[in-house]
């Protein structure tokens, strides 16, 4: 089973008009509200992919209602823990292929209903083999959370993928997961500097290793992403762009990710259907889900390139043998 840790959900609702121009009214054609957030796209993507999913979250209020009723009935096994607060809304608009995102901070998590969480968590980690932890943190969640979490999964035996930005990222590589995955946004708080280029996304990707995990991915978007594993490192990007709506791109790598995890498969394969999968997420119009006839068309001609490194790129990262468990 993989879990998928879900603290911030959201409502997402999703606005589709012809262009967004600023300072004026816009028509919409078309809106849509569905249950979001990264750990649900995740979710999704791994029941697509065939995955046993079991989602693990904090929810509170209407929006919170909304969110559990939907998840009842499409089917996705979740646990939730409840607030007081609402649990946030996000609102997208998409215009051509455009999509702009308004994220909600979240609501107050009080620190009895994070033990409570936390109690939770340690109960049902003991079924799973992977945990993956994406997403931001509401109000009241220490920086620690994710750390905290990886250590408990490793504890049951579970293997981790943490896909989270700035002191959450930090605190977690410190535990050790199996693979970080933030995008190059995210991750350019650990070089100190804008992730612009391939080179600078493979140094920042050495960088996640050398803090703690035993393999890394940076996503890049269209470009693709790079991943350092078993001291080598890889650029695997899609033979075409997709055009459509970015916004769960990342979510469905991450889900694959897992899912190779699950099941062992050989490292170069996922990243090959990870860049597949990925890119036919965004010709759906709604995260956490993919085409499926995309990701077969564009799977044989997805790249998986290994690259020639100089020792500078590496820095003083230890050798490793294999890739992750």
Not at 146 to 173: F, P, W
Request: net charge neutral.
């Amino acid at each position: 089973m993989i879990i998928s840790v879900s603290l911030n959900p959201a409502l997402d609702i999703t606005y589709v008009v012809p262009e967004l121009v600023p300072d004026t009214s816009h028509r919409v054609t078309s809106v849509v509200s569905r249950a979001g957030g990264k750990g649900l796209n995740v979710a999704r993507v791994l029941r697509q992919l065939g995955a046993d999913t079991l989602v693990l979250g904090l929810l509170g209020g209407a929006a919170g209602e909304h969110i559990q009723a939907e998840l009842a009935t499409a089917g996705l096994p979740a646990q939730f823990t409840h607030l007081s607060g609402e649990t946030r809304r996000t609102v997208t608009v998409l215009a051509q292929d455009t999509a702009t995102v308004l994220n909600e901070p979240g609501p107050h998590v009080t620190a009895a209903q994070w033990a409570a969480f936390r109690d939770v968590f340690a109960e049902r980690v003991r079924a799973a083999r992977v945990v993956v932890l994406s997403g931001s943190r509401p109000p009241g969640v220490p920086d620690t959370a994710y750390a905290d979490l990886v250590t408990m999964a490793q504890v049951a035996g579970a293997e981790t993928i943490v896909d989270a930005e700035g002191s959450a990222l930090r605190h977690a590589l410190a535990a050790a997961p199996t693979l970080a995955k933030p995008n190059a946004h995210e991750a350019a708080d650990l070089l100190g500097r804008p992730v612009r280029s391939r080179d600078e996304a493979v140094a920042v990707a050495h960088r996640l290793v050398r803090s703690g995990a035993s393999a890394s991915v940076v996503s890049r978007g269209a470009d693709g992403f790079v991943a350092v594993t078993g001291g080598a490192a890889y650029n695997v990007r899609a033979p075409e762009r997709v055009a459509g709506n970015p916004t769960g791109a990342g979510d469905a790598l991450a889900a694959v990710l897992a899912y190779g995890l699950l099941t062992r498969a050989p490292w170069p394969d996922v990243l090959a259907r990870g860049a597949a999968v990925s890119a036919a997420a965004v010709a759906c119009p709604w995260a956490g889900e993919y085409d499926d006839d995309v990701a077969s068309r564009l799977l044989p001609g997805t790249t998986v390139e290994k690259l020639q490194e100089h020792r500078a790129d590496r820095e003083q990262e230890p050798c490793r043998t294999s890739p992750p468990r």
